[in-house]
């Protein structure tokens, strides 16, 4: 692999064929590109840029004093799905939701793939995300993830891998919808010139299907409220937004009350009853009464309220478990187990570091693998072997021989690429894709999704937390 | 609407109203150091008493100075009144009930903190200062135009509403009270142009030295003044004004909640008695105790509005 110097060498790119000519899907946008002034198209980027900061779309990140608030960077020209790529993916993706909630389910009542021996007992029961206290019990519909955020890499023109499953509490869809609504402001005549798919009726949708999980101690109209952390969390911009399309209260811990066996919240009037909570807080902070006692983000005693069947949690605690790389790694055996047929979508192989073989290779090959911490996210404690220094790669080997269970281990997949607008005109940079999945009764998947990039030539690691940035993704009609 | 948030409402525009009165008590401040033969730092004394920060300001610079005194009620964090203080915080609770502001709104506080926050990040030279009081007027400006201009008439209006009446309240009797001594009729050695530069400045600081004019007699006096900035219902930061609008916004929250607490009386009672009482009563009796009583009865009110609806 070449450092530092454009791209991976074989990097499928998904706008232009090798020969220079667009691909499909990029045909019609392709064309209205090249009778595009660049100059004009750059100063469309600065506007963007503006509307983003204006409108106060930004996200913090953890570990930076001084920049409380920062942009992500938005680049216009848009990643681009046919029709017949997306039914692909969306029959993979559905297939994986539904083996996840049933695996779910099982883990918490018979476990049964325990005892059919396709996953270790001990990765279920040691693992910090399982929560005892969800054991025996099931919540509303039997839905434990309502919003899935599957992350999916591609390398080729029909290869497309799951690189995580997101079940926890996928963040991002803000800026989907916003990428969205910039575009369709500065670009109007695309959206003429091509059959895209919309995605601005996600709010509703979410409204909808997390209303139609109600709990049975509901009656009437279901109230749903968006629960955050608070205005210093990284994401406070995305559940303000979410909160402010769907039409409900944005609440935070210190609003709510258990009141008569019900979570309610201080309003004007009086306290009033939540019958839905599609909350953003972490599991361990969710009721310090039943979790970490300390929490001054939750509601003391919610828990109880849920175990009695008097709210609806969404996603449900105990959901993070499936989150796990380690977990991840099984995922074939799971969808098999569940859904009784070969998994659409394949899985990024993957080494469990646990494995005393495993650990062994990977030491070997340290400079080809990236290695994740199981519980990681945000790309946050990761090792990218191709790109890192010696003293990095020899520093990292020492923590994964200190604490290998903590570790799994992956190929440096050649991310596909799609072009991004820069001073000189376009160049390719490395993507990934998180489409958006809604579970009720049905599985819904909005046809789009965020598309994060890697600004930095050659970069394969699209994180916001580390400098990427995202693209409007259009799934065509065909 | 959750308690917090109307919280949030009240402070988002208690803070924008304060940003608002220190810009324009600073530029009263410059505009008697213009007029004055011999400048005298003295003249900042009173402008940081009457922005209630005289002694903040003494806890932070040793001495007193044009230039101190301008930056400490400008730009200094160490201020929670001054300009960008008062912005940022606003902005931050902006920030946080921003599910109940319009996009406009939103975006007129978020630019204005954006804007201020670049203009501020250095101290100011003299020679900007015209600039920024009319940056700060102009973006101040457009908050007000934006909400009002998109933001529907309903709960969230209300609690906005009397959060700025509640500040501005304090802010015009506060002026007064700092300045009671140069109103007062036995000291008033009428005519003087010592007099008369006290007289504008405090009219300055309320932007009313034009609308004065259109009211009264060309020529200032006293107690004019006075009844301009206590009694008189059409002046927009008078006293009786402020409490118009307090009144009929509870008013509001009364017929839609179909629940009234003590706040509504304190309130109706305050109208009430702004209206009946002449100035010169309120002059016989002792203007500073009058408006003593004013702004701890003022907070006493925001205080009920905080409990009746919950804030906490």
């Given at each position: 692999m070449v450092e530092n110097k454009g791209t991976?060498?074989?990097?499928?790119?998904?706008?232009?064929?090798?020969?220079?000519?667009?691909?499909?899907?990029?045909?019609?946008?392709?064309?209205?590109?090249?009778?595009?002034?660049?100059?004009?198209?750059?100063?469309?980027?600065?506007?963007?840029?503006?509307?983003?900061?204006?409108?106060?779309?930004?996200?913090?990140?953890?570990?930076?004093?001084?920049?409380?608030?920062?942009?992500?960077?938005?680049?216009?020209?848009?990643?681009?799905?046919?029709?017949?790529?997306?039914?692909?993916?969306?029959?993979?993706?559905?297939?994986?939701?539904?083996?996840?909630?049933?695996?779910?389910?099982?883990?918490?009542?018979?476990?049964?793939?325990?005892?059919?021996?396709?996953?270790?007992?001990?990765?279920?029961?040691?693992?910090?995300?399982?929560?005892?206290?969800?054991?025996?019990?099931?919540?509303?519909?039997?839905?434990?993830?309502?919003?899935?955020?599957?992350?999916?890499?591609?390398?080729?023109?029909?290869?497309?891998?799951?690189?995580?499953?997101?079940?926890?509490?996928?963040?991002?869809?803000?800026?989907?919808?916003?990428?969205?609504?910039?575009?369709?402001?500065?670009?109007?005549?695309?959206?003429?010139?091509?059959?895209?798919?919309?995605?601005?009726?996600?709010?509703?949708?979410?409204?909808?299907?997390?209303?139609?999980?109600?709990?049975?101690?509901?009656?009437?109209?279901?109230?749903?409220?968006?629960?955050?952390?608070?205005?210093?969390?990284?994401?406070?911009?995305?559940?303000?937004?979410?909160?402010?399309?769907?039409?409900?209260?944005?609440?935070?811990?210190?609003?709510?009350?258990?009141?008569?066996?019900?979570?309610?919240?201080?309003?004007?009037?009086?306290?009033?009853?939540?019958?839905?909570?599609?909350?953003?807080?972490?599991?361990?902070?969710?009721?310090?009464?039943?979790?970490?006692?300390?929490?001054?983000?939750?509601?003391?005693?919610?828990?109880?309220?849920?175990?009695?069947?008097?709210?609806?949690?969404?996603?449900?605690?105990?959901?993070?478990?499936?989150?796990?790389?380690?977990?991840?790694?099984?995922?074939?055996?799971?969808?098999?187990?569940?859904?009784?047929?070969?998994?659409?979508?394949?899985?990024?192989?993957?080494?469990?570091?646990?494995?005393?073989?495993?650990?062994?290779?990977?030491?070997?090959?340290?400079?080809?693998?990236?290695?994740?911490?199981?519980?990681?996210?945000?790309?946050?404690?990761?090792?990218?072997?191709?790109?890192?220094?010696?003293?990095?790669?020899?520093?990292?080997?020492?923590?994964?021989?200190?604490?290998?269970?903590?570790?799994?281990?992956?190929?440096?997949?050649?991310?596909?690429?799609?072009?991004?607008?820069?001073?000189?005109?376009?160049?390719?940079?490395?993507?990934?894709?998180?489409?958006?999945?809604?579970?009720?009764?049905?599985?819904?998947?909005?046809?789009?999704?965020?598309?994060?990039?890697?600004?930095?030539?050659?970069?394969?690691?699209?994180?916001?937390?580390?400098?990427?940035?995202?693209?409007?993704?259009?799934?065509?009609?065909? | 609407m959750l308690g917090r948030t109307a919280n949030g409402l009240y402070w988002m525009f208690r803070y924008i109203e304060r940003a608002e009165n220190s810009a324009r008590l600073i530029d009263a401040g410059l505009r008697m150091a213009l007029t004055r033969s011999e400048a005298t730092e003295g003249d900042w004394d009173g402008v940081l008493q009457s922005a209630g920060v005289r002694e903040l300001y003494d806890e932070v610079h040793e001495t007193l100075t044009s230039i101190d005194a301008i930056d400490f009620l400008l730009r200094d964090r160490a201020n929670p009144s001054s300009v960008m203080s008062c912005i940022e915080a606003g902005r931050h609770n902006a920030r946080m009930v921003r599910t109940a502001l319009t996009r406009e709104t939103w975006e007129a506080t978020n630019e204005c903190y954006l804007e201020m926050k670049a203009i501020l990040s250095r101290k100011a030279r003299p020679t900007d200062m015209p600039e920024i009081i009319d940056t700060i007027k102009r973006r101040a400006g457009l908050i007000r135009g934006a909400f009002h201009g998109t933001m529907l008439r309903n709960e969230i209006f209300n609690f906005s509403r009397i959060g700025t009446f509640i500040e501005r309240a304090d802010n015009t009797a506060r002026i007064l009270d700092v300045k009671y001594y140069v109103l007062l009729p036995a000291v008033a050695a009428v005519g003087s142009s010592m007099d008369n530069v006290q007289w504008e400045s405090i009219l300055r600081s309320v932007s009313a030295h034009r609308a004065y004019g259109w009211v009264y007699d060309a020529e200032l006096k006293p107690s004019n003044i006075a009844d301009f900035l206590i009694s008189n219902g059409r002046m927009p930061r008078s006293l009786a004004y402020c409490y118009e609008k307090i009144a009929s916004n509870l008013g509001y929250l009364e017929r839609e909640y179909g629940e009234r607490h003590q706040a509504h009386e304190t309130a109706d009672r305050t109208l009430a008695a702004l209206r009946s009482r002449s100035i010169t009563d309120i002059m016989d009796q002792g203007l500073h105790e009058y408006l003593e009583d004013f702004i701890s009865q003022n907070n006493r009110l925001g205080q009920e509005i905080s409990d009746g609806y919950r804030f906490n």
């Open positions: 991976t060498p074989l990097a499928f790119d998904e706008m232009m064929n090798a020969d220079s000519s667009p691909r499909q899907p990029y045909s019609t946008y392709h064309e209205w590109y090249a009778s595009q002034d660049r100059n004009r198209l750059i100063a469309k980027s600065k506007d963007a840029e503006n509307i983003f900061r204006k409108t106060g779309i930004t996200f913090a990140v953890y570990g930076h004093a001084d920049s409380s608030e920062k942009l992500i960077p938005f680049d216009l020209i848009p990643r681009i799905i046919s029709g017949r790529e997306w039914r692909k993916l969306a029959q993979g993706i559905e297939q994986r939701v539904i083996a996840l909630n049933a695996f779910l389910d099982d883990i918490y009542h018979k476990q049964e793939i325990i005892r059919a021996g396709r996953v270790p007992r001990e990765l279920i029961e040691k693992n910090v995300a399982f929560l005892p206290q969800m054991i025996g019990f099931r919540p509303p519909g039997g839905v434990y993830t309502h919003i899935v955020g599957t992350d999916i890499v591609r390398t080729g023109e029909d290869q497309f891998y799951v690189l995580e499953d997101n079940a926890r509490t996928p963040s991002g869809v803000s800026y989907m919808l916003e990428n969205r609504e910039t575009m369709m402001q500065m670009f109007p005549e695309l959206f003429h010139q091509n059959r895209v798919r919309p995605v601005e009726n996600y709010p509703n949708l979410l409204r909808q299907s997390l209303a139609s999980l109600a709990p049975p101690g509901c009656s009437g109209k279901p109230r749903v409220a968006v629960l955050t952390p608070g205005i210093y969390n990284s994401a406070y911009y995305e559940h303000a937004f979410l909160a402010d399309m769907m039409g409900v209260e944005l609440v935070e811990g210190s609003d709510l009350r258990v009141i008569d066996g019900k979570v309610k919240m201080r309003t004007t009037r009086g306290y009033e009853a939540i019958d839905v909570l599609y909350r953003r807080v972490d599991d361990d902070f969710l009721d310090p009464l039943t979790f970490r006692p300390e929490s001054a983000l939750g509601v003391p005693g919610i828990m109880d309220v849920y175990r009695a069947g008097n709210i609806t949690i969404a996603n449900a605690p105990g959901t993070g478990i499936s989150d796990d790389k380690a977990i991840y790694s099984y995922m074939p055996e799971i969808v098999e187990f569940y859904t009784g047929r070969k998994p659409l979508l394949e899985n990024v192989p993957t080494w469990r570091c646990s494995e005393p073989q495993s650990l062994k290779y990977v030491l070997e090959h340290l400079e080809e693998l990236v290695v994740k911490e199981v519980h990681g996210s945000g790309g946050y404690g990761m090792l990218v072997g191709p790109t890192a220094s010696k003293k990095e790669r020899a520093l990292f080997a020492e923590k994964l021989k200190a604490r290998p269970t903590n570790y799994i281990a992956q190929p440096t997949l050649s991310l596909s690429t799609v072009p991004i607008l820069v001073n000189k005109g376009i160049a390719p940079r490395h993507v990934d894709l998180r489409p958006y999945v809604l579970v009720s009764d049905k599985v819904q998947i909005i046809p789009g999704g965020l598309t994060r990039v890697a600004l930095k030539a050659g970069s394969l690691v699209v994180n916001s937390s580390q400098g990427g940035g995202t693209k409007d993704t259009w799934v065509l009609e065909d | -």
